[in-house]
T-cell receptor, first 115, second 112 residues
Framework: ETGVTQSPTHLIKTRGQQVTLRCSSQ?????VSWYQQALGQGPQFIFQ???????GRGNFPPRFSGLQFPNYSSELNVNALELDDSALYLC??????????????FGPGTRLTVT | KNQVEQSPQSLIILEGKNCTLQ??????????LRWYKQDTGRGPVSLTI?????NTKSNGRYTATLDADTKQSSLHITASQLSDSASYIC???????????FGTGTRLKVLA
């Protein structure tokens, strides 16, 4: 176990709805990255938060937004859900931003199904 | 364009056999390369990490190699076990960025 937790485990939403996914990072980690992993694909980087600020963003539209709290836990919000948003959403915590020798510790993921 | 390609896409082997998974990348400037194991519906777990100067790294029955000149890496699994059934993902990061570039993975199935 990595010490990174995510909730909920599974979620079913209807197209057009909004969803909030949550992540608690490993103790001592101040950076969180979020990924979307479609079935049979590798994870795609959504964005990273460092000390409550967005530190970088992948190729995702503005309806994907996030927050990081003073305790370094994080939320991923998706508005106006589309069928293609169905995926496993992973968060990963790091001790600091940047990729150097910096290890990412992944949570178990939230499986989102949009119908 | 930064890319990571893995082969084969899927692989079936018998328990006890060895196998080798391949990863080719075009990420520049290269910082490091990681191999992850991902069980179905779970988050990836790191197996090895290698920087430019390292050409081999072992973790139990897993041995990763890196050829930075040809931009290729391999993950060799020795004496496979049923619990090795999973997806294996190669991840490369570029220096000075926050981005990790993930391959699509190799889906390994070990049969009894």
């Amino acid at each position: 176990e990595t010490g990174v937790t995510q909730s909920p485990t599974h979620l079913i939403k209807t197209r057009g709805q909004q969803v909030t996914l949550r992540c608690s990072s490993q103790s001592g980690h101040n950076t969180v990255s979020w990924y979307q992993q479609a079935l049979g694909q590798g994870p795609q980087f959504i964005f990273q938060y460092y000390r409550e600020e967005e530190n970088g963003r992948g190729n995702f539209p503005p309806r994907f937004s996030g927050l990081q709290f003073p305790n370094y836990s994080s939320e991923l919000n998706v508005n106006a859900l589309e069928l293609d948003d169905s995926a496993l959403y992973l968060c990963a915590s790091l001790t600091r931003p940047g990729t150097g020798g910096n290890e990412q510790y992944f949570g178990p993921g939230t499986r989102l199904t949009v119908t | 364009k930064n890319q990571v390609e893995q082969s084969p896409q899927s692989l079936i082997i018998l328990e006890g056999k060895n196998c080798t998974l391949q990863c080719n990348y075009t990420v520049s400037p290269f910082s490091n390369l990681r191999w992850y194991k991902q069980d179905t519906g779970r988050g990836p777990v790191s197996l090895t990490i290698m920087t430019f100067s390292e050409n081999t790294k072992s973790n139990g029955r897993y041995t990763a190699t890196l050829d930075a000149d040809t931009k290729q890496s391999s993950l060799h699994i020795t004496a496979s076990q049923l619990s090795d059934s999973a997806s294996y993902i190669c991840v490369v990061s570029a220096s000075g960025t926050y981005k990790y570039i993930f391959g699509t993975g190799t889906r390994l199935k070990v049969l009894a």
